[in-house]
């Protein structure tokens, strides 16, 4: 597991699906996020939305600054 390699977007949610078919779940979960789906509980699927989310304005903000430059 590369976590700290890989990382913020990659990370398991902390109820611990650390096995690979819960790993996979993770990309299409954002994609198409309705609550609760793919197996996950409301809450974790609200962790991964707003990982994902923080990842996505972080990746904007870092973007910006380097055209900026």
């Known amino acids: ?3 700290a390699v890989s990382g913020p977007e990659e990370r ?5 699906a650390a ?5 996979k779940k993770i990309r299409p ?3 198409s996020s309705q609550g609760g789906s793919f ?5 974790q ?3 991964l939305i707003r990982l994902r989310i923080s990842w ?3 990746s904007v903000v870092v973007m910006v ?3 900026a430059e």
């Open 1 to 3: 597991m590369h976590l």
């Open 12 to 16: 398991p949610p902390r109820t611990g």
């Open 19 to 23: 096995s690979p078919a819960g790993k």
């Open 29 to 31: 979960d954002f994609s």
């Open 39 to 43: 197996g996950y509980s409301k809450s």
């Open 45 to 47: 699927t609200d962790y």
């Open 56 to 58: 996505v304005i972080w």
């Open 65 to 67: 600054f380097e055209l």
